[in-house]
């Protein structure tokens, strides 16, 4: 059974900072991992998708990378700003339709 | 494109009332996935429909049911409710039969009093 979890829990940056998530999963045997952003009450918002074939995928000033073997992944935040704060999401994909296992998230907020 | 779309945004129901949540996807998306969002639990996946079949069922009691239609809209229903159903429901659209990118739509909240 795959089990997700993010690391810290909540995290709080000055405005400019670079900022890594992480996130942990147990079976390595994944498709592919997404990250989204969760804003207060709202829905899910896609920023990255990684396939397993995939080491990165960048856009904008976020940048994803993927190790199966170790069973992490990271989302590289660069020069945050206020509009960042929200909670991050990362979820695996194992095969077997379109099922995600969902990690733990983190809050973040980046002050001015 | 219009994203993915659910009604109502916001509900109040009693304990053992019935409700029904619909979503509808992305055009051309024919998979559509429910998830349930609680503080306590995160995100947990209710089930999954691609082409009005039901692939993946999670591990919820039987009064959390769902259908989807031939033009791929989904409904989720749930029987006799509980004060623990209170949630955030949330439906993602894919357009592929697994391992393409997920889109969620604003959700639900659910409130059971």
């Known amino acids: 059974k795959q089990e997700v979890t993010q690391i810290p829990a909540a995290l709080s940056v000055p405005e400019g900072e670079n900022l890594v998530l992480n996130c942990s999963f147990t079976?390595?045997?994944?498709?592919?991992l997404q990250w989204f952003r969760q804003d207060p009450g709202k829905g899910l918002t896609s920023l990255l998708l990684i396939q397993s074939s995939q080491r990165e995928q960048t856009s904008g000033r976020l940048n994803a990378s993927l190790d199966k073997s170790s069973g992490r992944s990271t989302l590289y935040i660069a020069a945050s700003q206020p509009g960042d704060s929200a909670t991050y999401l990362c979820?695996?994909?194992?095969?077997?339709?379109?099922?995600?296992?969902f990690g733990t998230g983190t809050q973040l907020k980046v002050e001015l | 494109k219009a994203g993915v779309t659910q009604t109502p945004r916001y509900l109040i129901k009693t304990r053992g009332q019935q409700v029904t949540l619909s979503c509808s996807p992305i055009s051309g998306h024919r998979s559509v996935s429910w998830y349930q969002q609680t503080p306590g639990q995160g995100l947990q996946f209710l089930f999954e429909y691609f082409s009005e079949t039901q692939r993946n069922k999670g591990n919820f009691p039987g009064r959390f049911s769902g259908r989807q239609f031939s033009n791929s809209r989904s409904e989720m229903n749930v029987s006799t409710l509980e004060l623990g159903d209170s949630a955030l429901y949330l439906c993602a659209s894919s357009g592929t039969q697994g391992g393409g990118e997920q889109y969620f739509g604003p959700g639900t909240r659910l409130t059971v009093t």
């Open positions: 079976d390595s045997a994944i498709y592919n």
């Open positions: 979820a695996a994909y194992t095969g077997g339709g379109n099922k995600l296992t």
